[in-house]
């Protein structure tokens, strides 16, 4: 039979026990937070923002198939790195952050590719020439391309993605007074840019 326990020997085995039970449950607290968003949250945050995700790439872009590869790539690169977004509600952030990003990447490439090009591509005439409202939107675009990258990254971001500024602060990686400053900016130099093509 064996020798019955003292109490302060009791009382230490059941410390460790609760002891060993709070690590158990904070490495389980942990290992969730880990885990990051779902596949199938990413996919579905994916299906029902990929017009948005298009149209944004679409303002940074000028070309619908390059477009449509930034937002597949944008998918399988948060797909792969699915671990890195421990808040699931950032998980359409982090597709946006992913598709600025690829678009500047896709930007890049064209802008060296044009310099390494021995003679000037020829200008395609529009289909839609001849329509006002074409005209003025293609206006609209060449102004947008005009500007400094900056602020035509925080214009498409706050009124085509419809962003807050915190939000656009967040996705461009930048403080909230620049999201402002590069916003009030590239605002007065569309307007300037616009009052010119039309005169």
């Known amino acids: 039979m064996p020798a019955p326990r003292d109490s302060a020997e009791t009382d230490g085995s059941s410390k460790s026990e609760a002891v060993e039970t ?51 790539e944008a998918f399988i690169r948060v797909h792969s790195a699915r671990n890195r977004v421990r808040d699931r509600e950032k998980t359409l952030a982090y597709l946006r952050q992913t598709v600025v990003n690829l678009s500047r990447s896709a930007l890049r490439r064209r802008i060296l590719g044009l310099k390494l090009l021995s003679k000037p591509m020829p200008d395609m005439a529009s289909a839609e020439e001849g329509a006002y409202d074409q005209l003025e939107r293609d206006d609209l675009i060449r102004a947008m391309r005009g500007l400094q990258r900056r602020q035509r990254e925080v214009l498409v971001l706050r009124y085509f993605a419809d962003m807050t500024e915190a939000q656009v602060a967040e996705t461009l990686g930048i403080s909230l007074g620049s999201v402002k400053a590069y916003g009030s900016r590239g605002i007065a130099a569309l307007r300037v840019a616009m009052e010119a093509a039309q005169s």
């Open 22 to 72: 709070a690590e158990a449950a904070e490495t389980a607290e942990t290992a969730e937070v880990v885990a990051g968003t779902t596949v199938d949250h990413l996919t579905a945050t994916y299906q029902a923002h990929y017009r948005s995700l298009l149209g944004l790439a679409a303002l940074l872009l000028d070309d619908t198939a390059s477009c449509e590869d930034v937002v597949q």
